[in-house]
């Protein structure tokens, strides 16, 4: 298994985009089947934009001055994305409204990874093999301990981070 960060990430994503199918195939399924779906997105998502959040993104900032602007943005598509998910996480899978706020967290994640796809290109240009393996054991050292639910108490520090930054 690798340790590159990037391609770390880019598994992560890939898994994302399979949930993201599954429930867009559930869709007009049982609620309960939404639901179990739902809440393994928000468990992958609570995951994956720690990680981010935790260690890629301030390495990137500190080390790769030319991609400052993406990784500023990339916080702020999070934050949209945590909200989304604690709300999600809070509701019940046969709200009127669940289907319909999951498809909003949906594309707002999709637009998040396509743009990665951006500037992940000139982080690994930057740091090259090396750097970026380390970031990357860092990254799996925390992903045991990184919140698994939006309501965790790291996950909601995450959160209030990113409006009083």
Not at 141 to 153: E, G, N, S, V
Request: with cysteine; proline share 5%; charged share 35%.
């Amino acid at each position: 298994m690798s340790t590159d960060a990037i391609v770390l990430l880019k598994e992560d994503h890939k898994e994302i985009r399979r949930l993201f199918k599954a429930f867009q195939e559930a869709e007009e399924g049982p609620a309960s089947k939404r639901g179990k779906i739902v809440g393994q997105i928000l468990e992958a998502l609570t995951v994956h934009t720690y990680l981010e959040n935790e260690v890629m993104y301030p390495e990137v900032r500190k080390l790769v001055p030319d991609v400052e602007d993406d990784v500023l943005e990339s916080y702020e598509e999070h934050h949209v994305a945590d909200v989304l998910c604690f709300e999600l996480f809070t509701m019940d899978a046969g709200d009127e409204r669940f289907n319909a706020k999951t498809t909003v967290l949906i594309e707002n994640v999709l637009h998040h990874i396509e743009e990665e796809q951006e500037w992940f290109p000139k982080v690994r240009e930057a740091l090259g093999r090396s750097p970026l393996q380390e970031i990357g054991q860092r990254m799996l050292d925390l992903r045991p301990k990184a919140p698994k639910t939006p309501t965790a108490p790291k996950a909601l520090k995450k959160s209030l981070d990113a409006v009083v930054a």
